[in-house]
């Protein structure tokens, strides 16, 4: 049998060391024999061969004329077929475990299978085993953890058909579990063109979750010593990315009628989400009503079907979902707002929709909300007056009922417009009750649903309003068209003419403000800042004057010892990044941790660095604060090197200057670690149209 083996990979050298070397390793490896349980013979015939290439490459002669061969293009080695589970064993030893497990399996597939009960068949058994863990562990390293789990699979199945050594095969079998995440990660992440590999991985991926009985892990599955809830949902967060927005609806809806609460109320982000981004408002009904039948504990739903309600131009109905609100901290804001109340719904609307609906999906591209847009698509204008079709004829059954409440409604109604077209100011959403996500500080740019209107629009958006309110509130057209109540009440007639006048002049009215605020507006922006209230906040002049000069907040920064201001990294979008790009991010990433481990500054990364890699960093500075303690760290990068590119993974080589002091909180310093050079491999992964740094291994 011929191996992929020279004599210098059998002992352990290279071709370039010395006798003196060559006998040192012999004699190692002669005093390091493998005890996992081989067999006397095979033992001995290893130490045979070992002897057999010391005596060779020590011997000039003989060692010139094998170079020579190696010249030559001869690498390999024939071994005798009294020797060849020995030679197989050095090939192991030598860190090719896959080669020696492929070659080993097929030493034991027919029709070379050693006689059962041979020793050669008991050594080819556990090298086989041997083999395929390590050919795991190999594969692992490389991040292929589906090649590994193949690896891990043929030999389970090998042992199997054996019959021998059943607690490697455990061992074997629990390797394999424990790594059916980071497989269905593997396949999952993979270019959409290998749909194979997708729907291998959605399949596992739907079998995980029902093993553990749900999202929410109700089973005790075989997943319960490894994969615990809190391990399982930073899991679910880094697949959730690579799976479309129909994939996701399809598999929340699944696991919901398997009882799983949470998937339902992923299932009705999922459908929103979808029903937004592609302009399908039944989509919204159907999430609607999803949301309705849930019954999460500490979930204040009202809010949320009140965004919905509001996408279907159901003004009234999403007014009283949120008045209905049991949080008492969004009620307040709500009624503290300064504008009109339609105005501080279309922004909590806006912002739950830019920050918990629209992001995670591998199809739908999360950029800032436009409700402008929404509400001027012409399909969803018709599907919204079709609703409004028919529930005209309920309302004007409601209004023949009680005259007076309609009167009253109307005028408040249209209290309500000439409130809706004063001015938006910045506000920050309180933290609804209930709700998982937090909400963002929400500035003018995020906010265009009537100021690009006022500025850009006027008579348009005048128009729209005007046509809106009018088709879906106050339906002026079908009460007057009605014969009937013509006839009951003739002064209903002269109140509507009247309203119809109020509402063109306050439309007159606001025009004529409009452009003299547009004239005023662009005559204050040609003047720089003269002067700042001193009562105003230090974040706010921070805000105004970074959008005057991007250049101000970096000067702050440096101008500032008492504390950090962290920085918000740009996402590295360019499809080919240079490595410029990448070591830019690299010392992002290195700059932002250091703050953050020294307990100087919170870590803002979140477009550069995957959650993944945020979170293990929040869990060592908790562990380091548990201690009483932090560090200081100063990392350099020396060089970096491009060790492999494709569209969606890179990996780079880089060579740090890195110091690390461990301090007391008290002061007192600890010890100090120094590394120069310290070689890290960082790995970068494409997702949502921007590089991210996915992962790093220390010390290669």
């Known amino acids: 049998m011929e191996l992929p083996l020279d004599h210098f990979r059998l002992i352990g050298v290279s071709p370039s060391a010395t006798s003196e070397e060559i006998l040192r390793a012999f004699q190692l490896r002669l005093d390091k024999t493998p005890d996992e349980g081989f067999t006397y013979e095979v033992l001995t015939q290893r130490s045979e061969l070992l002897r057999l290439t010391a005596d060779l490459l020590t011997d000039p002669e003989s060692r010139r004329e094998y170079e020579n061969v190696l010249l030559?293009?001869?690498?390999?080695?024939?071994?005798?077929?009294?020797?060849?589970?020995?030679?197989?064993?050095?090939?192991?030893?030598?860190?090719s475990p896959k080669e020696a497990f492929k070659i080993t399996r097929k030493a034991l597939q027919p029709p070379q299978t050693p006689a059962l009960g041979s020793s050669r068949e008991a050594d080819l058994t556990l090298l086989a085993a041997l083999t395929a863990r390590d050919s795991a562990i190999q594969e692992q390293q490389l991040r292929s953890y589906s090649n590994a789990a193949d690896f891990l699979h043929e030999g389970i199945q090998l042992l199997q058909r054996m019959g021998k050594l059943g607690n490697i095969r455990k061992e074997l079998e629990e390797d394999l579990v424990a790594l059916l995440p980071y497989r269905i990660l593997d396949l999952l992440s993979r270019d959409l063109n290998d749909q194979d590999s997708h729907k291998k991985g959605l399949i596992m991926l739907e079998n995980l979750i029902i093993k553990r009985g749900g999202l929410e892990g109700n089973n005790k599955s075989e997943y319960k010593d490894y994969l615990n809830q809190q391990e399982f949902e930073a899991f679910f967060q880094q697949i959730k990315p690579f799976l479309t927005v129909q994939e996701q609806i399809d598999l929340f809806l699944e696991l919901q009628k398997r009882g799983s609460l949470e998937a339902g109320f992923l299932a009705f982000l999922s459908l929103t989400a979808i029903g937004f981004s592609r302009r399908k408002p039944e989509k919204l009904f159907e999430a609607r009503r999803i949301l309705k039948k849930l019954n999460l504990s500490g979930l204040d739903s009202m809010p949320l079907v009140g965004c919905l309600d509001l996408l279907l131009a159901d003004i009234d109905q999403a007014s009283a979902r949120f008045s209905s609100s049991s949080d008492e901290n969004l009620r307040d804001w709500l009624n503290s707002y300064p504008g009109n109340k339609l105005e501080a719904i279309c922004i909590f609307c806006k912002n739950w929709l830019e920050?918990?609906?629209?992001?995670?999906?591998?199809?739908?591209?999360?950029?800032?909300?436009?409700?402008?847009?929404?509400?001027?698509?012409?399909?969803?204008?018709?599907?919204?007056?079709?609703?409004?079709?028919?529930?005209?004829?309920?309302?004007?059954?409601?209004?023949?009922?009680?005259?007076?409440?309609?009167?009253?409604?109307?005028?408040?109604?249209?209290?309500?417009?000439?409130?809706?077209?004063?001015?938006?100011?910045?506000?920050?959403?309180?933290?609804?009750?209930?709700?998982?996500?937090?909400?963002?500080?929400?500035?003018?740019?995020?906010?265009?649903?009537?100021?690009?209107?006022?500025?850009?629009?006027?008579?348009?958006?005048?128009?729209?309003?005007?046509?809106?309110?009018?088709?879906?509130?106050?339906?002026?057209?079908?009460?007057?068209?009605?014969?009937?109540?013509?006839?009951?009440?003739?002064?209903?007639?002269?109140?509507?003419?009247?309203?119809?006048?109020?509402?063109?002049?306050?439309?007159?009215?606001?025009?004529?403000?409009?452009?003299?605020?547009?004239?005023?507006?662009?005559?204050?922006?040609?003047?720089?800042?003269?002067?700042?209230?001193?009562?105003?906040?230090?974040?706010?002049?921070?805000?105004?004057?970074?959008?005057?000069?991007?250049?101000?907040?970096?000067?702050?920064?440096?101008?500032?010892?008492?504390?950090?201001?962290?920085?918000?990294?740009?996402?590295?979008?360019?499809?080919?990044?240079?490595?410029?790009?990448?070591?830019?991010?690299?010392?992002?990433?290195?700059?932002?941790?250091?703050?953050?481990?020294?307990?100087?500054?919170?870590?803002?990364?979140?477009?550069?660095?995957?959650?993944?890699?945020?979170?293990?960093?929040?869990?060592?500075?908790?562990?380091?604060?548990?201690?009483?303690?932090?560090?200081?760290?100063?990392?350099?990068?020396?060089?970096?090197?491009?060790?492999?590119?494709?569209?969606?993974?890179?990996?780079?080589?880089?060579?740090?200057?890195?110091?690390?002091?461990?301090?007391?909180?008290?002061?007192?310093?600890?010890?100090?670690?120094?590394?120069?050079?310290?070689?890290?491999?960082?790995?970068?992964?494409?997702?949502?149209?921007?590089?991210?740094?996915?992962?790093?291994?220390?010390?290669?």
């Open 72 to 95: 030559n293009g001869n690498s390999g080695l024939d071994f005798s077929s009294n020797r060849e589970v020995a030679g197989l064993i050095l090939l192991w030893e030598s860190g």
């Open 355 to 700: 920050n918990d609906v629209l992001v995670g999906y591998r199809d739908i591209d999360s950029k800032e909300v436009d409700l402008d847009s929404w509400f001027e698509d012409r399909e969803i204008q018709e599907f919204i007056e079709k609703l409004e079709k028919k529930s005209n004829k309920i309302l004007i059954r409601s209004n023949l009922q009680n005259q007076q409440n309609e009167k009253e409604s109307s005028i408040n109604k249209t209290e309500d417009f000439d409130n809706l077209l004063g001015t938006i100011d910045e506000r920050r959403l309180p933290w609804p009750g209930g709700i998982k996500q937090d909400y963002e500080k929400v500035e003018n740019k995020e906010f265009e649903f009537n100021e690009e209107y006022f500025k850009k629009k006027p008579i348009e958006f005048y128009n729209f309003l005007i046509e809106k309110i009018a088709e879906l509130k106050f339906s002026f057209g079908e009460f007057l068209k009605d014969k009937e109540i013509i006839n009951r009440s003739p002064y209903l007639i002269y109140i509507y003419a009247f309203l119809i006048l109020f509402a063109f002049g306050i439309g007159i009215g606001f025009l004529r403000n409009n452009f003299k605020k547009s004239i005023q507006d662009e005559s204050i922006s040609e003047k720089p800042l003269v002067a700042i209230d001193k009562n105003q906040k230090l974040s706010e002049i921070d805000i105004i004057q970074e959008k005057k000069n991007p250049t101000t907040k970096l000067n702050s920064i440096s101008e500032k010892s008492t504390s950090i201001i962290p920085f918000e990294f740009k996402e590295l979008n360019t499809a080919s990044p240079s490595l410029e790009d990448i070591r830019n991010l690299i010392n992002g990433w290195l700059l932002s941790k250091s703050n953050y481990l020294s307990g100087k500054s919170e870590i803002n990364l979140s477009k550069i660095v995957s959650k993944g890699l945020i979170d293990r960093t929040i869990e060592e500075r908790q562990k380091d604060i548990k201690k009483g303690i932090y560090k200081e760290i100063n990392s350099q990068i020396r060089k970096i090197d491009l060790e492999s590119q494709n569209s969606s993974r890179i990996v780079v080589l880089v060579e740090l200057n890195y110091l690390e002091r461990l301090v007391k909180n008290s002061g007192e310093f600890i010890n100090e670690t120094s590394l120069n050079p310290l070689k890290v491999k960082y790995i970068l992964g494409f997702s949502n149209k921007s590089w991210k740094l996915v992962d790093f291994v220390s010390g290669l």
